[in-house]
């Protein structure tokens, strides 16, 4: 689609802003106008400026944000000791275009936004300037900082505390780490705005409902690149609110030593610029739940030819513990051919060969690792040789550090043998030097046409859209957790479509077969083979609502099977649904309670429902069908947990689906054109 700018006015670049200070900032509206932000000096602190400035939002005429300091501090000396001058303001622009994901929820993503660009000069060192880029979408809010100076110039940045002041006490759902190493992986508790304290470590998204009708609003970032992730804590002063928290640097980047930066560059003509700091709104959580704005901000891709990235779905080992049907289920050959034969049969795209088939496999470095070379026990070019006649590919494990120190080698190895994909884990890092690392190894990869799943880590920041053959992350509370606890609930499932997944894909691994009452799941609990507390529509369901273009289908080859031989209920929904689509609308549901979501593939649509502990009957009007008449096919919860009701009947736009969901229960709908 072609850009338009529209003639609100001329965007002047801000490096070559010659315009005389300016005393205030003009307001900024979203192109519907119903998200306003206006500008102002930075608060006081001990009588002096804290911080560059300060923005407050509004939505539909009522505030979201109260005055919110916009601070971000270097170990220049004296940078910023006497504040910040406002010395330009660009006039608003309106850009209006659309772009087009390899991979993910729509064929074609709006980008339509006002923008300002607000230059403050700071009062102490006058060759010292910070851009504020300031956009408005009907969707939310967006800002990062541009800091200009003199080329050449080595940047330190202390810290960067922004802050967002919550207008209310909000009623907030946030998974508190703790700490700045981790995976990511946690649940998303209900907490009050007032409640999170200043050393509190909270992972992105925020989620917050404002208490104004069903506003929601969730805090994240976008485009983080050669930049730590955020966190978020309380706010200093202990008002509602929350502050921008990052990890520093280490030494080396596999040093446990911490520097006292965030972030170190070399400045160049066009300055350095942090990563977009995102505020997201809607009517509703369901609204919330369809908006792209994290990948709509992120960079363009960098790849020019991407017909080689094919998302899919893959027939997964480790969950399992590797249990296919052969005489000695382990990492040896035979075992990963009976997972070939079964993804073939199922019509899966690959299969994951996880932790332990090169030598020195592990978790950390091992002395003597090589992931250049097999153990014996596995004749991985046999399998991959055996897997092309099957119209199957091969993905590979691997420890991020391990890879690190062979990175060349080995994926120069990996595109000889075929290997279409890798999953790199254990990064447990968020810091500059492990953001660096993520694009490092993706654009190499990408240079051998291999496909990436950053497992082990922080969640989609955009990422997928620059470099699109990052299929996945993880940075999710998945399925894996059934294996040790019984944490993973599906109070926990139905949370995370209104929070992990505002991000981007999440590699959840469903594809359970194994089901017990969430009061049983404590005495069940096995690391092979395990256990779900949720019933077989729940996880069925999973397959649209969780959204990831890399799909795992996680149980053992065998569990996919009845006694008699006969696919097990919900296969054949598994096996027909797509993993890429062309439209997506989260059509009911709460945060916490339950979620209704249909996507569209072509002329088809497909539904999946998930419920809470509560037993409920989603009452679902068909007004997103197009014209004529579809033949849907719906899976409800059965009588007992690991089985499936299957009905068929005619409907059209006009029509209503009922649709029962057991207590943690689920139901899976495929609409297609009647001929």
């Known amino acids: 689609m072609k850009r338009t700018i529209s003639p609100l006015a001329a965007l002047a670049l801000a490096s070559t802003l010659t315009s005389t200070p300016v005393h205030a900032a003009p307001a900024l509206t979203s192109p519907d106008g119903r998200l306003s932000a206006s500008f102002g000096d930075a608060p006081l602190a001990e009588g002096k400026p804290d911080g560059i400035a ?7 005429g009522k505030p979201i944000l109260m005055p919110s300091p916009l601070s971000l501090r270097t170990w220049t000396p004296q940078a910023g000791s006497k504040g910040y001058r406002l010395v330009g303001a660009s006039p608003a622009r309106e850009v209006k275009d659309s772009w087009a994901p390899v991979a993910g929820r729509f064929a074609r993503v709006p980008d339509h936004y006002r923008e300002t660009i607000l230059t403050y000069q700071d009062a102490a060192l006058p060759q010292r300037r910070i851009d504020v880029v300031f956009r408005l979408y009907d969707q939310g809010a967006a800002f990062r900082y541009v800091i200009h100076g003199t080329p050449g110039e080595r940047l330190a940045i202390k810290k960067e505390d922004t802050q967002y002041a919550f207008a209310a006490d909000f009623d907030c759902w946030g998974y508190n780490q703790g700490q700045y190493t981790g995976g990511h992986e946690g649940e998303f508790d209900p907490v009050k705005a007032s409640k999170i304290r200043d050393a509190s470590l909270y992972t992105l998204p925020l989620v917050c409902k404002t208490g104004q009708a069903g506003t929601t609003i969730a805090l994240t970032v976008s485009d983080v690149r050669d930049y730590p992730v955020a966190f978020v804590g309380g706010r200093e ?10 990890p520093v640097r280490f030494d080396t980047p596999s040093s446990r030593r911490q520097t006292t930066s965030i972030a170190e560059a070399t400045l160049g003509k066009e300055g350095f610029r942090t990563p977009w700091n995102v505020l997201m709104v809607a009517d509703s959580p369901a609204a919330l739940a369809t908006t792209s704005l994290v990948q709509t901000l992120a960079a363009p891709s960098r790849i020019a030819d991407t017909s080689w990235i094919k998302p899919g779905k893959v027939a997964w080992d480790w969950w399992n513990g590797s249990q296919a049907a052969v005489a000695e289920p382990g990492m040896n050959t035979a075992t990963y051919k009976a997972f070939v034969d079964f993804a073939a049969e199922l019509g899966l795209e690959y299969i994951m060969i996880d932790e332990g088939w090169s030598v020195g496999s592990a978790i950390e470095p091992v002395k003597g690792a090589d992931v250049t070379r097999h153990k014996p026990e596995l004749d991985l ?82 990422l997928e859209r620059t470099w699109p053959n990052l299929l996945t992350q993880e940075g999710i509370m998945g399925a894996e957790f059934n294996k040790w606890s019984s944490r993973v609930t599906a109070t926990h499932n139905v949370t995370l479509p209104f929070t992990r997944m505002l991000l981007g894909p999440g590699d959840y691994t469903p594809g359970a077969m194994r ?23 729940h996880n069925v369901a999973m397959y649209v609502v969780y959204d990831t273009p890399l799909q795992m289908v996680s149980d053992s080859p065998p569990s996919y099977r009845k006694a008699d031989g ?33 996507r569209r593939s072509g002329n088809d649509w497909y539904i999946g429902a998930m419920s809470n502990e509560q037993a409920r009957t989603i009452d679902l009007p068909l007004d997103f069908l197009g014209q004529g008449r ?36 689920g139901a899976a709908v495929v609409l297609r054109r009647a001929p």
């Open 54 to 60: 300060s923005f407050t939002l509004s939505y539909g």
């Open 566 to 598: 006969s696919w097990q209920d919900g296969v054949d929904f598994i096996k027909a649904v797509p993993v890429t689509w062309d439209e997506t609308r989260v059509l009911q549901g709460d945060i916490g309670q339950y979620v209704v979501t249909a």
């Open 381 to 462: 070019p046999a399998v991959i040789a055996y897997a092309r006649t099957k119209g199957v590919g091969v993905w590979l494990w691997l420890q991020w550090e391990q890879l690190d120190q062979q990175m060349d080698k080995a994926l120069a190895t990996y595109e000889r043998w075929g290997i279409k994909g890798i999953k790199v884990d254990f990064m447990n890092r968020a810091d500059q030097q492990m953001v660096n690392y993520y694009e490092r190894l993706i654009g190499k990869a990408a240079q051998h046409r291999i496909m990436v799943n950053m497992h082990g880590g922080y969640p989609s920041m955009g």
């Open 237 to 246: 002063n202990g008002a509602p609110g929350v502050q921008l928290k990052h």
């Open 515 to 537: 089901h017990v009452a969430p009061g049983a799941m404590q005495q069940n609990i096995r690391f092979n083979n395990p256990y779900v507390q949720t019933t077989r529509g």
């Open 630 to 665: 579809y033949q849907a096919r719906v899976w409800e919860d059965g009588a007992a947990p690991d089985t499936l009701k299957v009905s068929d009947r005619t409907v059209d736009a006009g029509a209503r689906l009922r649709l029962d969901l057991a207590a943690s229960g």
